[in-house]
């Protein structure tokens, strides 16, 4: 195989692929290797990089970079979800992510804070909070969708969302003082 062609090159190929791979900037070739964002062709089969990276096209599985989110807040990347109100943090962490998503809302939708009300403590957008694990899938108009997926899925990143509050506290808090089911 091409590895054991051109080790010169492989010299240079994996920490350039680590490098790309941590700046979302590398590409995957159709014969399904994945290769640095500066290589215009293949390292294993030497074809050239397509104008349209495979990256972009529908239905590919892929780990949201920077230039997928709408910011970064607290080193944590924010997007919102439709027209809803609705957004997304990338951290499995609930404090981390009350932390992000505050700040998005704040910086970027001018709110008092996440709640959109000063009155409310903040913590009590814990309620509207969901961890757990999403994969991020290409969308035909270039944007993506998270559906949620198991923590062991392949590609599977830890998100945290945030459901528009502007709804009564939802199920099961609402039910928080009534009859224990358990
Ligand atoms: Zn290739």
Redesign the pocket.
């Known amino acids: 195989m091409a590895l054991d062609e051109d080790p010169t090159s492989t010299a240079t190929y994996w920490p350039s692929l680590a490098a790309s791979q941590v700046a979302g900037t590398y590409w995957r ?3 399904r ?1 994945f290769n640095p964002g500066d290589y215009d062709t ?1 390292h ?2 030497q ?1 050239p990089q397509p104008d349209t990276q495979p990256m972009q096209r529908p239905g590919t599985v892929f780990t949201p970079t920077p230039d997928d989110m709408e910011g970064a807040y607290g080193g944590v990347l924010v997007a919102s979800l439709g027209d809803d109100g609705d957004a997304i943090a990338l951290t499995g962490a609930k404090h981390t992510a009350l932390e992000a998503l505050d700040g998005y809302y704040r910086t970027v939708c001018r709110q008092p804070n996440l709640l959109d009300d000063a009155t409310r403590p903040l913590t009590d957008a814990y309620y509207f909070l969901d961890s757990g694990h999403a994969v991020f899938t290409r969308t035909g108009d270039g944007g993506w969708e998270a559906v949620p997926a198991a923590e062991d899925t392949v590609e599977a990143v830890a998100v945290t969302w945030f459901r528009n509050p502007s709804g009564p506290v939802p199920e099961p808090y609402a039910r928080q003082d009534g009859p224990h089911l358990w």
């Open positions: 070739c159709v014969c290797e293949c294993f089969c074809r």
